[in-house]
Antibody, heavy 118, light 112 residues
């Protein structure tokens, strides 16, 4: 069974940093693209970032590029999202998502909540 | 960026009756490989999103056959032939034709 378990969400002040983690199990992590998708409270879904299986390619939402970094450790079967210079508009639940063929988001974690407030 | 627009925003449904959600994109999602890069996701209340339909018309594993997806290019439809109580939640369409991947604003399906 595919499992994606996020952690690292917290209440932080504007300008601070946070590192989200996602522990993956139940599938061969190293052959899948992975992504982060976020959802602000009461709002819709927003794709944030995607990373290639070997970690050599990354893609970002324009509004987070330069402040956010996606990475992975295929030995630890873990996905990460480094969030820097956090803003109030980054407040959201962040989902770790497995990317299947043709960019289909076929498995989602339960999410971890990031709240940015002074 | 490709903008995805769903309608209706809110859909009250009667159990056993059909339901239909529309999704339109500002540019064609039909790739030269023949795939429409359009998926549908359901987020049940208090849960994470789950895949329902991928590449326009393919049911995800475990999705009942009362769900169907159709359309091509810029116009897509998700249909539920006979709504059941477990189908309530917010449905999102998503395009992956080009980056950034974008979602529709969501359609909330509720039982009347």
């Amino acid at each position: 069974e595919v499992q994606l378990v996020e952690s690292g969400g917290a209440l932080v002040q504007p300008g601070e940093s946070l590192r989200l983690s996602c522990a993956a199990s139940g599938f061969t992590f190293s052959i899948y693209w992975m992504a982060w998708v976020r959802q602000a409270p009461g709002k819709g879904l927003e794709w944030v970032a995607t990373i290639k299986p070997d970690g050599t390619e990354e893609y970002y939402l324009g509004s987070v590029r330069g402040r956010v970094s996606i990475s992975r450790d295929n030995v630890k079967t873990s996905l990460y999202l480094q969030l820097n210079s956090l803003r109030a508009e980054d407040t959201a639940r962040y989902y770790c998502v497995r990317v299947a063929h043709e960019w289909v988001l076929d498995n989602w974690g339960q999410g971890t909540l990031v709240a940015v407030s002074s | 960026d490709i903008v995805m627009t769903q309608s209706p925003f809110h859909l009250p449904v009667t159990p056993g009756e059909p339901a239909s959600i529309s999704c339109r994109s500002t540019q064609s999602l039909l790739h030269r490989n023949g795939y429409n890069y359009l998926d549908w996701y359901l987020q049940r209340p208090g849960q994470s999103p789950q895949l329902v339909i991928y590449l326009g018309s393919n049911r995800a594993s475990g999705v009942p056959d009362r769900f169907s997806g159709s359309g091509s290019g810029t116009d897509f439809t998700l249909k539920i032939s006979r709504v059941e109580a477990e189908d309530v939640g917010v449905y999102y369409c998503k395009q992956a034709f080009e980056s950034p991947w974008t979602f529709g604003q969501g359609t909330k399906v509720e039982i009347k």
